[in-house]
Nanobody, 126 residues
Framework: QVQLVESGGGLVQAGGSLRLSCAAS????????MAWFRQAPGKEREFVAG????????YYADAMKGRVTISRDNAKNTVYLAIYSLKPEDTAVYYC???????????????????WGQGTQVTVSS
């Protein structure tokens, strides 16, 4: 059973940065695609960034390019999302998601992902 556990959220001032973590367990993830989504109050869950576990391929939402970096630590089975120059509109619950790479056709669609973490809240104050 795949388990994804996010951490690292919190309250941060605008202009600051955070690094979110997603600890993955229950599988060998070398053939998996990993992604981060976020959901603000009253809004749809949206794609932020994604990568193959190998790290050779990464994708970023256009609105976030230049302010986020997705990475992983194979030894720790952990995927990270670093967010820089935080803005109040970045306030959301951030979710980690996973799916077998061969089953993924569109990185940006949340319905493509089979496994989700419980989310971690990021609140940016102005």
């Amino acid at each position: 059973q795949v388990q994804l556990v996010e951490s690292g959220g919190g309250l941060v001032q605008a202009g600051g940065s955070l690094r979110l973590s997603c600890a993955a367990s229950g599988r060998t993830f070398s053939s998996y695609a990993m992604a981060w989504f976020r959901q603000a109050p009253g809004k749809e869950r949206e794609f932020v960034a994604g990568m193959t576990w190998s790290g050779r391929t990464t994708y970023y939402a256009d609105a976030m390019k230049g302010r986020v970096t997705i990475s992983r630590d194979n030894a720790k089975n952990t995927v990270y999302l670093a967010i820089y120059s935080l803005k109040p509109e970045d306030t959301a619950v951030y979710y980690c998601a996973a799916v077998e790479r061969l089953k993924l056709s569109n990185w940006y669609h949340r319905d493509e992902y089979a496994y989700w973490g419980q989310g971690t809240q990021v609140t940016v104050s102005s």
